[in-house]
């Protein structure tokens, strides 16, 4: 490495050079990787967070939260099982709402829906996920502020996005076109699910607000074989289980929690792009840096030949060539990732971006990697540089 | 130690473009001696000097430095056989752009697997011996062309080599410097007895060194030839 720092000293206005992109390619990583994370979570950490191992859909809709219905006889049936611990319900509907303070206004809304199927008197318009679980299952979430689910038939839990929107507890949020009104009884988590908030109902709630007629039984009365289905089985899992022979008795598709998140609207799309993106910023990150280094190498070919004259082996050339690359290459990329974990601290709130160790680990040390297989490619010519051409007569 | 090329041939290309770089030349220089190579372009003065310094195989004939024969050496006993026993002086001195001085002859040990730190003291020694001392931490860039040459020396002897190889060492310079610098190779082959072969151009220096050859199609003859085309009569006496 004694001609390599010297080198860098020397030329350090082109390896400055190179190293700014380097540095604004690994930049661009992190905050991809950033908005990776932010979007994941934006769309499923509902179901992340779920303390369950497994999630069971229908057989006949697959994973798919959109589609998927269960039955009562399923989850009862499922949650005997041997290697099954837990089993339970989930409902899962996306609603458009409104929020009111004043539960005068809530009922005036409600009354409008239920007349013209529109709500003339707003409060404040909200996108949320309801999730339907039975109080007390164990997926039941616990609140870090108000009552436990359950304690009322219509009280659900709201998660912290809304919370930012300024609703609280208290508020009655009324559903459009079916016009269901619940009241937030309580506070839970940050969960989302395709991008809205998440707000934990009792099951029967969420059951009455899918599946009933509008208003629900205050106005008509409810087919009670609704409150025997739900979106999908919650379970929790021991390896022992035959989760093969379970699914086929039972109708069920099972998947880990993990390999759910593909059934949720749009997940596979965002990350799919996200993933594209990321494969071809690699797949740069090595054309540039070898271009670089092949011009490096090229310019530097009578210096090669001149150290191998002088007695320095290939090896020696070599190691010399590819340690100055890897310093430009990590030096760079720490400065890019660096840069990029600021940005994560002035991203504003509410914005899908979330820094992972992981994650942007991972991506740096690719960027690296990429870089050195690029480098690696175009030192190689080294090998074939000619010691003979440091004479006059040879040159 | 004594520089010995062995009724050596040299073939270069092969089928219709073989030539023959070197014919059956065979030459012995001892150490304190500065023999000087002269011939036209294209002669085999270079062929001389890369089958001398272990650049390039010879295709018959022995090659050997002091009673090492190097002829058959693998590639990477060539470049320990490099690194430990031959100065190379290039033309234009070819000096590492990015290096000073002082780091020109550093790397000399750094090469070898040497602590260049450690060499400090016998580069800045050598750099003095050739006049250098005010200029150590200058890169080429900022040295003049004798200057340059300076070093390209200094650093020819940082292995304390047994033989040194000079190619055109003077092509860059004026008369004056030539003479400069062709004085200071003789007179470093003298003291610290070396074998050394200068090949040049430049018949203006060639009173300075102990015996001259002449090289003409591949074939090495002892004196100054008409093939050399000498710009001076009087130097057809050698000494």
């Known amino acids: ?395 | 130690m004594t520089l010995t090329l062995d009724d050596v041939t040299l073939r270069l290309g092969d089928g219709d473009d073989e030539i023959t770089a070197l014919d059956r030349v065979s030459l012995t220089v001892a150490a304190g001696e500065l023999i000087a190579v002269v011939g036209p372009s294209g002669s085999g003065k270079s062929s001389l000097l890369a089958v001398a310094g272990a650049l390039l195989r010879p295709t018959s004939g022995r090659v050997r430095i002091g009673t090492e024969d190097i002829t058959d050496a693998s590639d990477r006993d060539r470049t320990a056989v490099r690194a430990r026993s031959i100065g190379f002086v290039f033309q234009g001195s070819n000096l590492l752009p990015s290096l000073t001085a002082l780091e020109q002859l550093q790397l000399i040990p750094d090469l070898a697997g040497q602590r260049p730190s450690a060499a400090r003291a016998r580069a800045t020694e050598l750099l003095t011996e050739v006049g250098m001392a005010e200029r150590l931490g200058r890169r080429p860039g900022r040295l003049s062309g004798g200057e340059r040459q300076r070093v390209g020396i200094a650093r020819a002897l940082m292995n304390d080599p047994s033989i040194i190889l000079a190619d055109e060492p003077t092509s860059a310079l004026d008369t004056e410097r030539s003479h400069e610098i062709v004085r200071l190779l003789a007179r470093e082959t003298h003291t610290r007895q070396v074998a050394t072969v200068m090949v040049t151009h430049d018949t203006t220096v060639l009173d300075l060194v102990d015996r001259i050859y002449t090289m003409a199609d591949g074939r090495l003859t002892v004196g100054l030839t008409s093939a050399s085309r000498p710009t001076e009569t009087s130097l057809l006496a050698p000494g």
């Open chain 1, 1 to 395: 490495m004694f001609i390599a720092f010297r080198d860098l000293w020397f030329a350090r206005g082109r390896f400055a050079l190179m190293g700014a992109v380097v540095a604004m390619l690994a930049l661009l990583m992190v905050l991809l990787t950033g908005l990776s994370s932010g979007l994941v979570e934006d769309n499923i950490s509902g179901v992340r967070s779920l303390p369950a191992t497994n999630l069971s859909f229908n057989a006949e809709s697959g994973v798919n939260f959109s589609r998927s219905t269960v039955e009562r006889s399923q989850w009862e049936q499922l949650a005997q099982r041997p290697g099954i611990t837990h089993a339970a319900p989930l409902g899962n509907s996306l609603f458009n709402a409104q929020a009111y303070h004043d539960p005068a206004a809530a009922d005036t809304g409600r009354q409008e829906i239920l007349a013209d199927g529109k709500s003339h008197t707003k409060g404040t318009a909200v996108d949320v996920a309801m999730f339907g679980v039975e109080p007390g299952s164990f997926i039941a979430p616990a609140p870090t502020q108000g009552q436990a689910l359950g304690s009322s038939p219509a009280g659900v839990l709201i998660s912290q996005g809304l919370v930012k929107k300024g609703v609280q507890v208290g508020d009655h949020i009324v559903l459009d076109r079916v016009g269901t009104d619940v009241t937030v009884i309580g506070v839970t988590g940050k969960d989302n699910y395709g991008h809205v908030p998440v707000i934990y109902a009792p099951l029967a709630l969420w059951q009455e607000a899918t599946f009933g007629p509008p208003g629900g039984a205050t106005v008509a009365p409810v087919n009670p074989s609704v409150f025997n289905l739900a979106t999908l089985i919650a379970s929790d899992v021991s390896p022992d289980a035959d989760l093969a022979a379970i699914d086929q008795q039972l109708g069920l598709t099972t998947v880990t929690r993990p390999a759910s998140f593909s059934g949720s609207p749009g997940y596979k799309e965002e990350t799919g792009t996200l993933v594209m993106i990321e494969f071809f910023l690699y797949v740069i990150a090595a054309f540039l840096v070898g271009a670089f280094f092949m011009v490096w190498t090229i310019q530097r070919k009578q210096e090669i030949g001149l150290v191998k004259a002088l007695g320095g082996s290939t090896a020696y050339v070599l190691k010399d060539a590819l340690g100055q690359a890897v310093i430009i290459l990590v030096g760079a990329t720490a400065v890019g990732v660096l840069v990029g974990c600021l940005f994560g601290f002035v991203v504003p709130a509410g914005a899908p971006f979330a820094l992972e160790a992981g994650p942007v680990l991972l991506a740096a040390f690719l960027v690296v990697a990429m870089g050195i297989v690029g480098a690696t490619l175009s030192i190689r010519r080294i090998t074939k540089v000619d010691p003979l051409i440091a004479l006059n007569g040879a040159r």
